[in-house]
């Protein structure tokens, strides 16, 4: 029988920590699923790891290398060599709940028609807590954008695509950065699909001290142009409201003093907000480069 759902995973020197993300599909109550692993250039001993797992014929394993470009750079390969329907991806330092994979077939199979790009769920802490508020209780299904921006959802979900849309829209890779918004690919989605949302947990979230959420600060010093970029695409959402855009473009000022871009007003959708913006990407970009954490902190909760 065909498989229609891979799960996948991007990692970086996880080699102390995958064990438990592959334990856990182990552990699946369904067990009809591939794991595809993308090794983002790492030089610990994940790759020996994921071999040992293999010979144990456990769970379909399909393991790929690549030097490494980021978060977003391991997406585009998955989503080059994923041949399934579906596909979900559970990061390194993550683990699914036993029942995931059943949760999520069986809402597929019942859920799925060509307007629906794929399925929102929950994530979890470790003590079995829902990660910031669950979908509202009447909310079937929605975009992605307005999940967060007009239903006030809080909190990293678990989404699942259909990979055949994934495809399209590769990330860009900007030479010597490793970092652009995994949501500028759903956003795209937005314009012609919806999600089938589903208040149940599949993913149990750890924030490690090496990880990309926690590491946010220093994503956003080193990364100026896939910021811009991200930020661009935001500002030409036409479901974005003025006051989202107004704060899009205090980011996008931020990030385009930082990588010293002196045709960003050129370069923006949104030139009078733009403007607008400035003084305050101008304090933004100031925090960042003096590396104030406390005063950054608040304007990242504030202006994001």
């Not at 979900?88 to 629906?116: F, G, Q």
């Not at 990293?156 to 010597?176: A, C, M, Q, S, W």
Request: charged share 25%.
């Amino acid at each position: 029988m065909t498989k229609i759902l891979t799960v996948f995973t991007p990692t970086y020197n996880r080699a102390y920590i995958l064990h438990k993300c592959y334990e856990s599909l182990c552990r699946q109550s369904c067990k009809d699923f591939i794991w595809v692993i993308i090794d983002d250039g790492s030089s610990d001993n994940t790759k020996n790891l994921v071999q040992s797992w293999i010979e144990k014929k456990i769970i379909e394993i399909r393991y790929y290398y690549q030097e490494n470009l980021g978060m977003h750079g391991a997406h585009n390969k998955a989503y080059e060599v994923i041949d399934t329907e579906i596909n979900v991806c559970i990061d390194s330092d993550d683990y699914m709940t036993d029942d995931a994979v059943e949760i999520i077939l069986d809402c597929w199979k019942k859920n799925k028609r060509d307007d629906i790009c794929g399925i929102g769920a929950l994530d979890i802490y470790t003590n079995g807590e829902v990660i910031g508020t669950q979908f509202p209780l009447n909310l079937k299904e929605s975009k992605h954008f307005d999940i967060f921006k007009v239903h006030k959802v809080r909190g990293d979900k678990k989404f699942i695509y259909r990979t055949e849309l994934v495809k399209k829209n590769p990330y860009p890779i900007f030479k010597g950065e490793k970092y652009v918004g995994l949501d500028y690919k759903y956003m795209k989605l937005d314009h012609e699909y919806s999600l089938i949302l589903i208040n149940k947990p599949l993913c149990v979230v750890e924030y490690l001290e090496d990880g990309s959420s926690v590491n946010m600060f220093n994503q956003y010093r080193n990364n100026p142009k896939g910021f811009s970029f991200y930020r661009i695409e935001n500002l030409k959402n036409p479901k974005g409201n003025l006051l989202f855009k107004f704060k899009e473009s205090i980011h996008y000022v931020s990030a385009s003093l930082i990588g010293k871009n002196s045709k960003f007003l050129k370069e923006t959708p949104c030139k009078i907000l733009c403007i607008l913006a400035f003084p305050f990407g101008y304090v933004l970009y100031r925090c960042v480069q003096e590396k104030k954490n406390r005063i950054w902190r608040i304007l990242w909760k504030y202006f994001i």
